[in-house]
């Protein structure tokens, strides 16, 4: 057990925050950055995106012939933080994070060619096309279907909840391909062009200012070559992209804390300053626990992607549940803490702590669904990491029948 | 980075599980709790031999030289095995210290007997008036005078929570004899006797039962200079140190226990059979296992980070703190969520250890410092952080404040169908 970092990580970590801290504008605004609806902001992520292509941080883990730097998870995790640390946030992170690392797991080598090096270079946005109006926690229930047709598949059906709030150049679909008990057996991943004749979007806005989307496929037409890994087995290839999108979460550092105490520090309230408050002192030390917990889970699941043999199967991976589970817990004490004010947006001269917090508890609202809800992984740790029982789905409609027979 | 253990680790890990299974089941747990002095001499004289009371010590004073983490791994065991001993007053406060600030004489005299089981340590430190004033553990709490008389000074006072002070050869005092300036800088430790005329011990009736604390009464004990351990008035930092490494080990104790716990409640959810099903297929009763597991892997964790920087001997108050102020409440959130799935079951002595180990708890929780102290232990230290670094490059103006827009539906329209 160590808990140190290597001369190099420690010089890549001050590389890291070197490159944020020159590139990032003074004005710099974390909070708002990630908006919609305002297109120099977005061009802004956009360039800063670019600069750090360059560098090659963004696809750091990848091997080298594909873009990548041919990053150790630790060395990723570094990035990861600096990123936390910087709030920063790739438009094209959904390639990044997920079909990037799943098509270069399970992708022919014309698909890596075709598919990976684009993403590499930040030139292409991908969503995560998974969940459906009846297939939510319930992600084997996919309802798309893709039917072989000579060379071709097509697909038709519905996606909804499908974040990003930019033009998508490619839709990473699950699609039912083969009717199948259990369901899950009859799945498959398709990249599907965004512009393909035969999608069409709509607009799903959220309390937190996000953009969420609903995708419609009506016969969309796509080459049997888009197809990501073995026909079939797109369910056991997406719970490992569910894990890549685990691990792209960002592991914490100190950045939020800084703040806050700095904040804490400077204001007052009847002419002490809030620090001095003993309810704020406890709030502050609550703070200090869950931002310790994190950054320690952060790296945990860092190092358990590369030590499987000695620290256990990923199954039982706490670091998205935690941080899930923290987080309404979290924003609502930043909101206690300030009081009436806490609902002045950013902008009004009477607004505290730049009117983030409000915010924050929105985003939270939204932020703690995608790639599983804590309540879904509650169950998914129960039954894959500790091993307690569940009703095997092919009794669910005998229960479903016998309930309406109680009516 | 590495959260495993080493090979080393993981075979003292082992090899401790073995022993306490075999010498201390069920049945020795329950009859060391109810017996007078609170622990085994058997045991103890075995553990000796098995080298636990000298992972942390020099070899040449009969120690392994193995580290705070080795030690940590032990702890994790000792509390899965819910073994009571008096092995941190001994040890960690006692030895840790003398170790630290004690003359060569001293350590050539005390450590052999520590590592060899024929000494007994206790650590009196903190008192009834500053403890309830909430600065046990403090510099402030120390009160209790030493007045210097000839070749002895006098201790006249009280000290109260004093760990295996009943079965202690020799007890560890921190006793103020400066006044005037820091509150740290007039502390001076005395190893006095155990036996010398005027003190005496009464055992505290405590819910824990997993310990035994005592009000120790001084009346004008005297105690030769030479037993002065470290510094006239230079008592504190060495103190400081060994109950820093000591409320480590009181976290790694309750992370084993809370392993334990874990294991003990989750096979308890798969076999209990209610309504023809094994209680754990209910969502509620397994989202009170995976919040168990939260709170065990999570204390794991800074307690081992906390133990890994004092090992390397970093600064490390604020790791400590958020371990000791984690880990006690983790572990008491643990606990409760195992008796919502033990329900009465596990509120009864009689059908299993469950009581004992939410009892453990009662003790360690408070003992080197309470949650409370503990945070706000973490935000003096968070006081220390600089202000927020400030990015450099060239403003751009796109977060003025008014520029930003409201989330409103037509807003949103708009872009969108102008992207689309």
Redesign the interface.
């Known amino acids: 057990m160590e808990f140190g970092f290597t001369e190099e990580q420690e010089k890549l970590r001050k590389e890291i925050h070197d490159f944020f801290q020159e590139v990032l504008p003074e004005d710099y605004n974390p909070a708002a950055v990630r908006r919609a609806g305002d297109e120099s902001r977005e061009q802004f992520a956009l360039d800063l995106q670019k600069k750090a292509v360059e560098k090659g941080y963004p696809s750091a883990g990848w091997p080298k012939k594909y873009g990548g730097l041919g990053f150790t998870s630790i060395e990723q995790g570094i990035v990861s933080e600096q990123m936390n640390y910087w709030q920063v946030a790739w438009p094209g992170a959904m390639g990044y994070n997920l079909v990037g690392p799943v098509t270069l797991a399970v992708g022919t080598d014309e698909q890596k060619e075709r598919f990976v090096p684009p993403i590499a270079r930040g030139e292409v946005i991908c969503f995560e096309a998974f969940t459906e109006p009846n297939a939510g926690s319930d992600e084997a229930n996919c309802q798309l279907r893709a039917v072989p047709d000579g060379d071709d598949y097509i697909l038709n059906g519905q996606k909804t909840f499908i974040s990003g709030s930019r033009k998508p150049d490619w839709l990473y679909t699950l699609a039912r391909t083969e009717d199948t008990i259990p369901v899950h057996r009859g799945l498959s991943l398709i990249m599907v062009p965004g512009d393909a004749p035969g999608v069409s979007y709509a607009v799903l806005p959220t309390m937190g200012g996000s953009m969420q989307n609903e995708i419609f496929y009506d016969n969309v037409r796509v080459p049997k070559t888009n197809l990501l890994g073995e026909v079939n087995r797109g369910f056991y290839h997406a719970m490992a992209t569910f894990e890549f999108e685990r691990a792209a979460v960002g592991v914490d550092a100190r950045r939020g804390m800084e703040r806050l105490v700095d904040f804490c520090r400077k204001e007052k309230r009847n002419g002490k300053p809030l620090i001095e408050d003993p309810e704020v002192r406890k709030m502050l030390a609550r703070a200090a626990m869950q931002r310790q917990v994190m950054w320690l889970s952060g790296w945990y699941g860092a190092c358990r992607r590369t030590q499987r043999d000695k620290l256990g199967p990923q199954s039982y991976d706490l670091t998205m549940f935690l941080r899930k589970d923290a987080a309404p817990e979290q924003a609502e004490d930043l909101m206690d803490m300030l009081g009436i004010y806490a609902q002045l947006k950013p902008g009004s001269k009477y607004a505290k702590y730049d009117g983030a917090i409000q915010r924050q508890q929105w985003e939270a609202s939204r932020v703690i669904h995608p790639a599983g809800s804590p309540e879904i992984l509650k169950v998914v740790i129960a039954n894959r990491g500790l091993g307690l029982p569940r009703i095997p789905r092919k009794f669910n409609s005998q229960i479903n029948e016998a309930l309406e027979e109680s009516r | 980075?590495?959260?495993?253990?080493?090979e080393e680790?993981e075979m003292l890990k082992t090899m401790a599980r073995d022993f306490l299974e075999t010498e201390c089941p069920e049945a020795v747990i329950r009859d060391t709790l109810r017996s007078d002095k609170g622990y085994s001499p058997e045991l103890w004289g075995k553990i000796a031999e098995l080298g636990w009371m000298g992972i942390s010590f020099p070899e040449k004073y009969g120690g392994t030289e193995q580290s705070i983490?080795d030690l940590a791994v032990l702890y994790e065991e000792m509390g899965r095995g819910l073994f009571a001993s008096p092995h941190l007053s001994t040890v960690v406060l006692g030895g840790e210290t003398i170790l630290a600030a004690g003359s060569e004489a001293q350590k050539d005299e005390l450590l052999p007997k520590i590592v060899n089981g024929e000494l007994i340590l206790s650590a009196a430190i903190t008192e009834p008036q500053s403890s309830w004033d909430g600065k046990a553990w403090e510099p402030e709490g120390v009160t209790v005078p030493a007045v210097a008389a000839g070749d002895d000074y006098v201790i006249d006072g009280v000290k109260l929570f004093v760990h295996d002070a009943h079965v202690a050869d020799h007890i560890l005092c921190a006793a103020r004899t400066g006044n005037g300036g820091k509150a740290a800088d007039g502390i001076t430790l005395f190893l006095v006797d155990a036996k010398s005329p005027g003190i005496t011990c009464n055992i505290l009736d405590t819910v824990s039962g997993s310990n035994k604390q005592s009000e120790v009464i001084f009346d004008k004990v005297k105690v030769p200079k030479k037993n002065i351990i470290g510094e006239l008035n230079g008592g504190w930092a060495p103190l400081a140190r060994s109950m820093q490494i000591g409320a480590v080990m009181l976290c790694a104790e309750m992370v084993g226990a809370g392993q334990k716990v874990l294991e003990l409640t989750?096979d308890y959810?798969?076999t209990r059979i209610q309504f023809d099903?094994?209680i754990?297929?209910n969502?509620h009763?397994?989202?009170h296992?995976?919040y168990l597991?939260?709170n065990v892997?999570?204390s794991r964790?800074?307690t081992?980070?906390a133990?890994?920087?004092l090992s390397?001997n970093m600064d490390c108050d604020?790791?400590v703190s958020?371990a000791k102020?984690?880990t006690s409440e983790a572990y008491e959130r643990a606990c409760w969520l195992a008796h919502q799935v033990f329900a009465g079951v596990g509120s009864t002595e009689a059908l299993g250890l469950m009581p004992l180990y939410t009892r453990m708890g009662n003790s360690d929780q408070y003992y080197l410092g309470d949650p409370?102290q503990h945070?706000?232990v973490?935000?003096r230290e968070?006081?220390k952080?600089?202000?927020?670094?400030?990015?450099?490059?060239?403003?751009?103006?796109?977060?003025?404040?008014?520029?930003?827009?409201l989330?409103a539906?037509d807003?949103?329209?708009?872009?969108?169908e102008r992207?689309?």
């Open positions: 980075m590495d959260f495993s253990l080493s680790q983490i989750v959810a798969k099903m094994p754990g297929i969502q009763v397994q989202a296992c995976v597991v939260g892997d999570t964790w800074v081992y980070l133990a890994w920087k390397e604020l790791d958020i102020a984690w409370s945070m706000e973490i935000v968070l006081e952080l600089p202000p927020q670094e400030k990015p450099k490059g060239k403003p751009l103006g796109l977060w003025e404040p008014g520029g930003e827009k989330p539906w807003i949103w329209k708009e872009y969108y992207n689309r």
